[in-house]
């Protein structure tokens, strides 16, 4: 017998953002609540579909397990520390946004990023 997968599919979108929400990351399930907060968030600042989509997913570990909850935006490869829900909404506006990463905010540049 021969059963054929589907092929998955998916919106297109112009970034991805992954949440770590791990045990490690946030003690108190902080990361988790910002992951479910998403949404509603993105839906309002309008990047839940369209051009400006942005994906979201929740990761199990960065292995960076200091000051979370922590997040990653790709392909922009910038990874946020500290992110409470004042800086989400920082991030959001400035960087999902408007395009311009939150600076002191961010812990580490991916290798594309580096010298920006």
């Not at 929400?21 to 990047?47: D, H, Q, W």
């Not at 579909?49 to 000051?67: I, L, P, Q, Y």
């Not at 910038?78 to 395009?99: A, F, S």
Request: hydrophobic content about 35%; some cysteine.
């Amino acid at each position: 017998m021969s059963s054929e997968l589907e092929k998955p599919k998916m919106m297109d979108y112009k970034r991805h953002m992954l949440v770590c929400v791990g045990p490690r990351c946030t003690e108190e399930g902080e990361s988790e609540e910002l992951f479910s907060m998403l949404a509603e968030k993105f839906k309002a600042a309008g990047i839940d579909n369209g051009e400006m989509r942005v994906k979201r997913t929740r990761t199990s570990c960065f292995a960076t397990c200091k000051s979370g909850p922590i997040i990653c935006v790709q392909p922009d490869g910038i990874w946020y520390y500290n992110v409470t829900e004042e800086n989400l909404d920082r991030i959001i506006e400035q960087h999902l946004v408007g395009g311009l990463p939150v600076e002191d905010l961010i812990y580490h540049r991916g290798p594309e990023c580096a010298s920006a």
